[in-house]
């Protein structure tokens, strides 16, 4: 059997990308190392995890594209399911997240918005399919 377990994404201060999604989201922190360079969050059935960018460049010698908050948005969103998009919109701009599309509804009934978070990964804040 095959399970998605979690998703990394590659950050300039892991502590600092914890803390904005525990305190914007009100994730629980699982895990962080000792020397900041890896972490996880308690996000429900899959973890949402950090690494630093000399981490994921020590696992990939042949490098990546870092995520960047005055470039374009990486073409990958991780997604939230919230009751209040814009209560959750709100918090996160709040916490320091950029918009980058208000709220709408879609024509099948679910209301999204979009934000990137410190590091410019696209943020869906969303309610639950209809």
Do not use: H
């Amino acid at each position: 059997m095959i399970k998605f377990a979690y998703t990394i994404l590659y950050v300039r201060d892991v502590a600092r990308s914890v803390a904005f999604y525990e305190n914007t989201f009100g994730f629980e922190r699982k895990f962080i190392s000792p020397d900041n360079d890896y972490a996880e969050l308690i996000t429900g059935a899959t973890t949402l995890s950090f690494a630093s960018l000399d981490l994921a460049k020590s696992n990939l010698p042949e490098g990546f594209t870092e995520s960047d908050p005055t470039k374009p948005a990486p073409a990958i969103e991780i997604g939230f399911v919230t009751d209040d998009v814009q209560k959750t919109l709100n918090a996160a701009l709040q916490a320091g997240a950029t918009l980058a599309a208000e709220s709408k509804t879609k024509p099948w009934g679910q209301v999204v918005a979009y934000v990137r978070d410190l590091d410019g990964f696209l943020v869906e804040i969303c309610t639950e399919m209809a």
